[in-house]
């Protein structure tokens, strides 16, 4: 081989590294446009995602508020109702009142409707009182009975003569009424000492045995 043919192949091999060292550059260059582009896509998307981050906080929170505020609502709409029923079952026992415990033997000489007592900052309301010389008888009433019901009836007797020292020389005894029966509450209630009295058409009636003895306070 010549020395002709020896730079001509040199000059060939010389232009050819050129030319994969000028591609290189130009990939190289491509890499750092399109990692800059990545970087700003990324910067985008992570703008985009904080600010959807905030509106769906923001909207959780005004549909959490929206719930709580519905929530509210049918809460004092139930409560409302539920209350209305309660006065509808007060109103069918206190008439009732002086039969149903005249056939356990106890003569009412008066009934009494929602009384209420405050002492030492705490208060205490009695749905129905029916009274004579002996006894003092406390009837919660309600649309629908629970057990919870009963144990608050149990504590309101327990704490009676504290808040009415008017009657403290009388048996107090208790008895709850109601419309529906949840829990087994009426057995419940029975085992505690309380009559239990419920509608029967358009009447009342007590659903204690003849068998039962009431709870003294």
Same mark, same amino acid.
């Given at each position: 081989?010549?020395?002709?043919?020896?730079?001509?192949?040199? *000059?060939?091999?010389?232009?050819?590294?050129?030319?994969?060292? #000028?591609?290189?550059?130009? @990939?190289?260059?491509?890499?750092?446009?399109?990692?800059?582009?990545?970087?700003?896509?990324?910067? $985008?998307?992570?703008?985009?995602?904080?600010? @959807?981050? &905030?509106?769906?906080?923001?909207?959780?929170?005004?549909?959490? #508020?929206?719930?709580? *505020?519905?929530?509210?609502?049918?809460?004092? !709409?139930?409560?409302?109702?539920? +209350?209305?029923?309660? &006065?509808?079952?007060? +109103?069918? $026992?206190?008439?009732? !009142?002086?039969?149903?415990?005249?056939?356990?033997?106890?003569?009412?000489?008066?009934?009494?409707?929602?009384?209420?007592?405050?002492?030492?900052? =705490?208060?205490?309301? $009695?749905?129905?009182?029916?009274?004579?010389?002996?006894?003092?008888?406390?009837?919660? !009433?309600?649309?629908?009975?629970?057990?919870?019901?009963?144990?608050?009836?149990?504590? &309101?007797?327990?704490?009676?003569?504290?808040?009415?020292?008017?009657? #403290?020389?009388?048996?107090?005894?208790?008895?709850?009424?109601? =419309?529906?029966?949840?829990? #087994?509450?009426?057995?419940? !209630?029975?085992?505690?000492?309380?009559?239990?009295?419920?509608? &029967?058409?358009?009447?009342?009636? $007590?659903?204690?045995?003849?068998?039962?003895?009431?709870?003294?306070?």
């Amino acid at each position: 081989m010549t020395n002709t043919e020896l730079e001509k192949g040199f *000059q060939e091999i010389w232009n050819l590294f050129k030319e994969t060292d #000028q591609r290189f550059k130009e @990939t190289d260059q491509r890499l750092k446009e399109t990692d800059q582009r990545l970087k700003e896509t990324d910067r $985008i998307l992570e703008e985009r995602f904080k600010e @959807t981050d &905030r509106i769906l906080e923001e909207r959780f929170k005004e549909t959490d #508020q929206k719930f709580k *505020q519905t929530s509210d609502e049918v809460n004092k !709409a139930v409560n409302a109702l539920t +209350g209305k029923w309660g &006065r509808f079952v007060e +109103g069918l $026992i206190a008439p009732s !009142a002086v039969r149903l415990f005249k056939e356990r033997g106890i003569e009412i000489d008066s009934v009494s409707q929602r009384l209420k007592k405050q002492k030492n900052g =705490l208060g205490m309301e $009695i749905d129905i009182l029916a009274v004579n010389g002996e006894y003092a008888v406390l009837i919660e !009433a309600k649309s629908t009975l629970k057990i919870e019901d009963v144990n608050d009836h149990l504590e &309101r007797l327990k704490a009676f003569k504290g808040f009415f020292p008017e009657y #403290q020389d009388r048996k107090v005894i208790g008895a709850v009424g109601a =419309l529906v029966i949840e829990e #087994q509450a009426d057995k419940y !209630a029975y085992k505690k000492g309380l009559f239990v009295i419920v509608e &029967r058409g358009e009447s009342v009636v $007590i659903l204690n045995d003849e068998k039962f003895k009431p709870q003294i306070w």
